[in-house]
């Protein structure tokens, strides 16, 4: 018996396809590998990737006499021998990228200026990314189709790095298609706080999604990989900001908003696809429906080294689906 109390679907290739959504794993290595491993334990034949795959930190192993010196949440720690990888293989699993320096490639670093240091940084991620997708290539049955998309948190060298990939597919901003279903997707958000790399108005958002949903025939038989959740859904409720970025207090309590996309919101009304696969809020995982359209944000919890995802029964115009954590 599967999860969805079945056996596995017989008939045509592509009467049915079984298919698992996550968002928002920030660097984690431990949770890339999770999300590569849900083909397997789930037997979904269809993985999607919804944003903000990368991480923001790199965490420098300053090499000293007496072994690496790491300061890692707040604590100075020195490291040796096995240590050392041990102490790395903690970093990525935190959604951060170890970095072997000696303390004069450190003052040269910290002598650069933003963009330059901007570059490095990119140089480091791209190392990581690119291993992860190499990754991919071993794990991945040669059936499997792997979708990745980069999210608002994302730099921009995360797109060549996915166009380059051989298992992993690119998405973002494209049409695509498996068995009898088509997939559009965008990983730009809508404008927050934090001025964030992939950012657009409403107004942009609205034009580009609608190019793409223009150019599909069938919506009974659409999913929108939007990386930001509709607004006012129950998929986009965070705690409001003030100018400082401080949590606003509504007496003890933080006061909750919608913070998602009106843009989005009013293109599943407008064109009601079959299912809207949304990231980017992870303190508000969910399902809702929009008229005809299955809705649903499946949170993140990358920091605890969970996965948070959703597994997707789609046969025809139906989707069933199940929210599983791993």
Known sequence: MGLFGKKKEGGGSNAAARMYYASDIHGSAV????FLNAAGAYRAGVLVMGGDVTGKVVVPLVEQADGFHVDLFG??????????????????????????????????????????????????MRRTFDGWLALADERLAADTRCFVMPGNDDPAGVDDAIEAATKVEACDGRVVAFGDWTMISLGYANRTPFDSPRELTEEQIYERVSALADEVGDMSRCIFNLHVPPYDSTLDTAPALDENLAVVMSGSAPKLIGVGSTAVR?????????????????????????????????????????????????????????????
């Open 31 to 34: 949770l890339w590998r999770k």
């Open 75 to 124: 604590q100075r720690t020195v490291v040796s021998g096995d240590a050392v990888e041990e102490m790395e293989h903690k970093i990525r699993n935190n959604g951060m990228y170890p970095h072997r320096m000696s303390a004069e490639e450190v003052s040269r670093v910290a002598g650069l200026t933003e963009e330059q240091r901007e570059e490095w940084f990119a140089e480091v």
């Open 266 to 326: 009013e293109l599943i009304e407008r064109y009601q696809p079959l299912l809207s696969l949304h990231g980017h809020v992870h303190e508000s995982p969910g399902a809702t429906r929009i008229g005809r359209t299955l809705a649903i944000n499946p949170g993140s919890d990358y920091h605890t080294g969970r996965i948070a995802g959703v597994l997707l029964q789609l046969k025809g115009d139906t989707v069933r689906h199940q929210f599983v954590t791993g």
